[in-house]
């Protein structure tokens, strides 16, 4: 099971470093949804500071989209995911390779984030070891919830329209258990930062019991 | 899927009427009498809520929203639960790569129970929200805010109208069964944070008028009038969940007369092209 979990998580991420697409596409969009939004708030600084721990989730969202979309894609092209099942891959072991590369991708996309918050919106950290559980966890979290719909929607005519709409209102939990620990660790609330965080880990481990007991049947039918 | 009592084997129906108009005729006597009880049950609540329960201190005669509001995410709630556990238990018997035909008609009733109420739940979610918005507007001022419990409603709102959408994409029936299933798992992890918002984050909205390890806040004839809308507001839901479920069970039923139906021509077809082919040979 691990095994061929490792082999998913490290055939994706060779995928990954030969294409560039994480790098050169998603990381800029990501940190274009930034100035975009510091255009929106008439550049405020005040007011954009408040809100970067917000921010930094809805851009990490948008990212996760393209990435789940992408990282289904390139099993949809081909049969990949037939081979795969012919292959005698184990289902769940299929997902959890997936979900890990996803998490190392958005956990590039989380770090040049962080870096476009602190240099373009000037903001400060409070508590590094809070931003940097919380950001872990809930990626993690994100991360399989995103592979779970991206299985979900492989193969399908409309999966383009259609994983946004379903991921975004799911993904609700991370983003706000995650924005609340964020405005704790860079001190714009007082409010119990760990506690939402214990809260992400909690989502993190509903999210890998549905994906275990979910793995089969989904893949099965993709 | 193999026929049975409950549900009639469409194949054998060469010659005779197609059994949807049957079919179509399902109501019982328990579900006619759940309908006249739950026309009788609005009735009452429209009269206790309207009339006999007196207005609030503060709030005035705005606080009869509250018996349409509250019984409905109750509702929604119970329906979107109802909807998980189905899917859960969809899940456990689709584990078989070929399950028993016994196997097979659960899940299909599985399935349609999980399409029912959460069609349910998504109806009494609007329901209130738009009654909380026109009691906002009335207490508040404002028929929106940015406010913790409302936002959270609206995100289970639209998490379960993409699950809806995923239940209408064209597909296989078992493969759209499984992956609705997996999705409605996901869904309910979003219930606890819109009933718990209230406490987790500084609102606009009140925390919980009733409590089971707190003193309620409400009493008397408004008490009563609230638990009495809970349940007239359950009936009505259990008697639309009914219908649902039926109109699921002749879509099934129609789908699966419109494939005999091909079956049988293109059977039918092959059969006049063999008879054309001996006469040929013959001749």
Same mark, same amino acid.
């Given at each position: 099971?691990?095994?061929?979990?490792?082999?998913?998580?490290?055939?994706?991420?060779?995928?990954?470093?030969?294409?560039?697409?994480?790098?050169?596409?998603?990381?800029?969009?990501?940190?274009?949804?930034?100035?975009?939004?510091?255009?929106?708030?008439?550049?405020?600084?005040?007011?954009?500071?408040?809100?970067?721990?917000?921010?930094?989730?809805?851009?990490?969202?948008?990212?996760?989209?393209?990435?789940?979309?992408?990282?289904?894609?390139?099993?949809?092209?081909?049969?990949?995911?037939?081979a795969?099942?012919?292959?005698g891959?184990?289902? #769940?072991?299929?997902?959890?390779?997936?979900? &890990?590369? /996803? *998490? =190392?991708? !958005?956990?590039?996309?989380?770090?040049?984030?962080? %870096?476009?918050?602190?240099?373009?919106?000037?903001?400060?950290v409070?508590?590094?070891?809070?931003?940097?559980?919380?950001?872990?966890?809930?990626?993690?979290?994100?991360?399989?919830?995103?592979?779970?719909?991206?299985?979900?929607?492989?193969?399908?005519?409309?999966?383009?329209?259609?994983?946004?709409?379903?991921?975004?209102?799911?993904?609700?939990?991370?983003?706000l258990?995650?924005?609340?620990?964020?405005?704790?660790?860079?001190?714009?609330? #007082?409010?119990?930062g760990?506690?939402?965080? &214990?809260? /992400? *880990? =909690?989502? !993190?481990?509903?999210?890998?019991?549905?994906?275990? %007991?979910?793995?089969?049947?989904?893949?099965?039918?993709? | 899927?193999?026929?049975?009592?409950?549900?009639?084997?469409?194949?054998?129906?060469?010659?005779?009427?197609?059994?949807?108009?049957?079919?179509?005729?399902?109501?019982?006597?328990?579900?006619?009498?759940?309908?006249?009880?739950?026309l009788?049950a609005?009735?009452?609540?429209?009269?206790?809520?309207?009339w006999?329960?007196?207005?609030?201190?503060?709030?005035?005669?705005?606080?009869?929203?509250?018996?349409?509001?509250?019984?409905?995410?109750?509702?929604?709630?119970?329906?979107?639960?109802?909807?998980?556990?189905?899917?859960?238990?969809?899940?456990?018997?689709?584990?078989?790569?070929s399950?028993?035909?016994?196997?097979?008609?659960?899940?299909?009733?599985?399935?349609?129970?999980?399409?029912?109420?959460?069609?349910?739940?998504?109806?009494?979610?609007?329901?209130?929200?738009?009654?909380?918005?026109?009691?906002?507007?009335?207490?508040?001022?404002?028929?929106?805010?940015?406010?913790?419990?409302?936002?959270?409603?609206?995100?289970?709102?639209?998490?379960?109208?993409?699950?809806?959408?995923?239940?209408?994409?064209?597909?296989?029936p078992?493969?759209?069964?499984?992956?609705?299933?997996?999705?409605?798992?996901?869904?309910?992890?979003?219930?606890?944070?819109?009933?718990?918002?209230?406490?987790?984050?500084?609102?606009l909205?009140?925390?919980a008028?009733?409590?089971?390890?707190?003193?309620?806040?409400?009493?008397?004839?408004?008490?009563?009038?609230?638990?009495?809308?809970?349940?007239?507001?359950?009936?009505?839901?259990?008697?639309?969940?009914?219908?649902?479920?039926?109109?699921?069970?002749?879509?099934?039923?129609?789908?699966?007369?419109?494939?005999?139906?091909?079956?049988?021509?293109?059977?039918?077809?092959?059969?006049?092209?063999?008879?054309?082919?001996?006469?040929?040979?013959?001749?």
């Amino acid at each position: 099971m691990w095994r061929d979990a490792w082999l998913i998580f490290r055939k994706d991420l060779m995928i990954e470093r030969r294409a560039r697409i994480t790098l050169t596409q998603i990381v800029p969009t990501v940190l274009l949804i930034l100035v975009v939004f510091a255009f929106a708030f008439d550049a405020n600084a005040s007011l954009l500071g408040a809100g970067a721990g917000g921010l930094y989730w809805v851009a990490l969202l948008f990212g996760g989209v393209l990435g789940a979309k992408r990282s289904f894609d390139i099993e949809a092209e081909g049969g990949n995911l037939d081979a795969l099942r012919m292959g005698g891959l184990e289902p #769940a072991a299929v997902l959890c390779g997936k979900a &890990a590369a /996803l *998490a =190392v991708q !958005l956990a590039v996309i989380g770090t040049a984030t962080v %870096a476009g918050l602190l240099i373009l919106y000037s903001v400060t950290v409070d508590d590094w070891l809070l931003l940097v559980v919380a950001a872990v966890t809930g990626t993690a979290a994100f991360a399989v919830c995103a592979t779970l719909y991206g299985a979900m929607t492989v193969g399908l005519r409309s999966a383009d329209t259609l994983l946004p709409l379903l991921l975004i209102p799911v993904a609700a939990p991370v983003l706000l258990a995650g924005t609340r620990a964020f405005d704790v660790a860079l001190g714009n609330s #007082a409010d119990q930062g760990w506690s939402w965080t &214990a809260l /992400l *880990a =909690v989502v !993190l481990v509903t999210y890998i019991a549905v994906g275990w %007991a979910a793995a089969g049947p989904l893949l099965e039918d993709a | 899927m193999p026929a049975t009592a409950a549900e009639p084997d469409l194949r054998s129906s060469k010659n005779s009427p197609s059994p949807i108009a049957g079919a179509a005729m399902t109501g019982t006597i328990a579900t006619r009498v759940l309908g006249v009880v739950a026309l009788a049950a609005a009735v009452v609540m429209a009269l206790l809520a309207l009339w006999v329960s007196p207005p609030e201190r503060v709030q005035g005669d705005a606080v009869r929203f509250m018996y349409l509001h509250l019984p409905s995410i109750w509702v929604a709630y119970g329906a979107f639960v109802l909807t998980a556990a189905a899917s859960a238990r969809l899940l456990w018997l689709s584990r078989a790569t070929s399950p028993s035909g016994r196997a097979e008609r659960s899940i299909r009733r599985l399935d349609r129970t999980a399409g029912a109420a959460s069609e349910l739940g998504v109806l009494f979610t609007a329901l209130t929200l738009v009654t909380g918005s026109l009691w906002g507007n009335l207490t508040w001022g404002t028929y929106w805010q940015w406010d913790a419990r409302l936002t959270t409603t609206v995100l289970l709102f639209v998490t379960y109208l993409g699950y809806l959408a995923l239940r209408r994409l064209p597909a296989e029936p078992r493969q759209r069964a499984r992956r609705a299933a997996v999705m409605a798992l996901i869904a309910v992890v979003n219930l606890p944070i819109v009933h718990y918002s209230v406490n987790w984050w500084r609102t606009l909205h009140q925390e919980a008028s009733l409590s089971l390890t707190s003193d309620r806040e409400i009493t008397g004839e408004m008490y009563w009038t609230l638990m009495y809308s809970l349940a007239a507001v359950t009936v009505i839901a259990l008697w639309l969940g009914v219908h649902r479920y039926r109109v699921l069970r002749l879509e099934d039923l129609a789908e699966e007369d419109a494939i005999a139906h091909l079956l049988q021509e293109r059977r039918a077809e092959s059969a006049d092209r063999v008879r054309s082919d001996e006469s040929a040979v013959t001749r």
